[in-house]
Nanobody, 129 residues
Framework: QVRLVESGGGSVQAGGSLTLSCEAS????????LAWFRQVPGKQREGIAS????????YYANSVKGRFTISRDMAKNALILQMNSLKPEDTAMYYC??????????????????????WGQGTQVTVSA
């Protein structure tokens, strides 16, 4: 069993930065896909970034590519999302998720919400113009 707890959300002006953290309890081995999703009320949850624990390959949605970076803090058993150059359209609830197997497309873990097994409670990010 894996439990995920996000932190680091908040309010920031456009152009600013935030770092989200997702601390995991339970063993994350080298066969997990880890991902960040976000959701705006009334819209589908969007997979924005993923990382494979076995080899470190990453995926980014076009909407965040070049601005967001997904990584792992091994000492804290945490998943990190560094968000730079934030835009008002990045405003959403952000969730981390874990999948206890490697399901990939194009060499990177797919960021498709219906296959992820473990979810955090979410952290709100609000970007003002």
């Amino acid at each position: 069993q894996v439990r995920l707890v996000e932190s680091g959300g908040g309010s920031v002006q456009a152009g600013g930065s935030l770092t989200l953290s997702c601390e995991a309890s339970g063993y994350i081995d080298s066969r997990f896909c880890l991902a960040w999703f976000r959701q705006v009320p009334g819209k589908q949850r969007e997979g924005i970034a993923s990382i494979y624990t076995g080899g470190g390959s990453t995926y980014y949605a076009n909407s965040v590519k070049g601005r967001f970076t997904i990584s792992r803090d091994m000492a804290k058993n945490a998943l990190i999302l560094q968000m730079n150059s934030l835009k008002p359209e990045d405003t959403a609830m952000y969730y981390c998720a874990a999948l206890k197997t490697y399901i990939a497309q194009g060499g990177s873990c797919v960021a498709q919400d219906d296959i992820y097994q473990y979810w955090g409670q979410g952290t709100q990010v609000t970007v003002s113009a």
